[in-house]
């Protein structure tokens, strides 16, 4: 169900609402302080019922860039596929309805992809805490125009999330690419490939989007099954690899991507209350790395943090684990 004024625009921002009312008019006041004026904003609202349909009427009252969507609730990948084929636009751009856009973040990202004639334009971001202190993420590519022939350190380099880019719409068309449905860590599937195909993507160090970090409710807080996702979107991103024979070529690339989101969920792990559980989801992360991956990577750091060494191997990973859940127990 559409309540905007259907009109084909330049860019459409795909905005990504579940029961996030607490969040909505900072997000959509962001959108709606948006210099550039081609644009519509996709409010689609994903089965809420916490009142944010009544949220985004009154922006779609206020500013017709505005369109109100409405679909029984099938979680983000769902949400940015419904989006795309529901948009005409040559542009899309993902947002979730907690995080917050820089004034000129559309109009920035149109100039460079316009200008350069690119397939994908990436940006830095900001991550909001809880208690609104605000860390800008600085991008690890310097500022210029690749695509991955050239330089396939983009793969270890360029953030999983679907936000902060801008997207020539065809990729998602001409190679029939969309977010895997039913999963969390959609992008991871996604972003990577969509980069397979792009023949110009360019890079530029500016943080123009707030993106929400530990608020309660919110998918990377969140411990139980879906933990597994991240195993099943590493098998569709690198099973496209291997079909498309490109594996071995990127395999240092791929291998440190790979590596620096398990220990992203080996991370989230250590929160596991339920020690078999815990266990058993350790033993089918270094399952999954033995898989595809028999050779150590020297070509890449992966190691970001001071602690990350904990997460070399299952034995060590075990043992920080048990550690964590009998000083809990205490």
């Known amino acids: 169900m559409s309540l905007g004024i259907n009109k084909m625009s330049k860019v459409t921002v795909i905005v990504a609402i579940y029961n996030v009312k607490d969040y909505l008019d900072a ?51 769902d949400v940015r596929n419904f989006g795309i084929e529901n948009s005409t636009s040559e542009y899309i751009m993902h947002m979730d309805g907690d995080d917050i856009a820089d004034p000129k973040m559309v109009e920035a990202a149109v100039f460079y992809m316009d200008s350069f004639k690119l397939d994908m ?9 809880p208690d609104g202190t605000k860390e800008v993420i600085h991008l690890e590519m310097e500022n210029g125009i690749y695509n991955l022939r050239s330089n396939p350190e983009i793969l270890a380099k360029t953030p999983n999330s679907s936000w902060g880019k801008i997207y020539r719409r065809e990729l998602f068309e001409r190679y029939d690419i969309r977010y895997p449905v039913g999963l969390h860590h959609e992008d991871l599937a ?43 979107v590493t098998d569709i991103l690198l099973n496209f690899y291997r079909d498309h024979e490109a594996f071995d070529m990127y395999y240092d690339e791929l291998e440190c991507l790979i590596e620096r989101n398990y220990i992203f969920a080996l991370r989230k792990a250590m929160r596991i209350k339920d020690r078999t559980f815990g266990d ?37 990973t075990k043992m920080y684990y048990h550690h964590v859940l009998r000083k809990g127990k205490r």
């Open 27 to 77: 997000c959509l006041g962001s959108l709606m302080a948006q210099t550039y004026k081609d644009v519509e904003f996709m409010c689609v609202d994903d089965g809420s019922t916490d009142g944010s349909k009544a949220i985004i009427e009154k922006y779609v009252a206020l500013d017709e860039r505005f369109k109100y969507y409405y679909k029984e609730n099938g979680g983000l990948a």
């Open 280 to 316: 058993r989801f350790i033993d089918v992360v270094y399952r999954s790395k033995g898989h595809y991956f028999k050779r150590k990577n020297k070509k890449y750091r992966i190691e970001r943090s001071k602690d990350d060494f904990i997460y070399r191997h299952r034995s060590l």
């Open 121 to 129: 334009f990436i940006f830095g971001h900001r991550k909001v805490y």
């Open 190 to 232: 996604t972003t990577y490939r969509l980069i397979f195909y792009a023949k110009k993507i360019g890079y530029e160090d500016r943080a123009l989007y707030d993106y929400a970090v530990g608020r309660v409710g919110n998918v990377t807080s969140t411990v139980d099954e879906s933990i597994y996702d991240i195993i099943k």
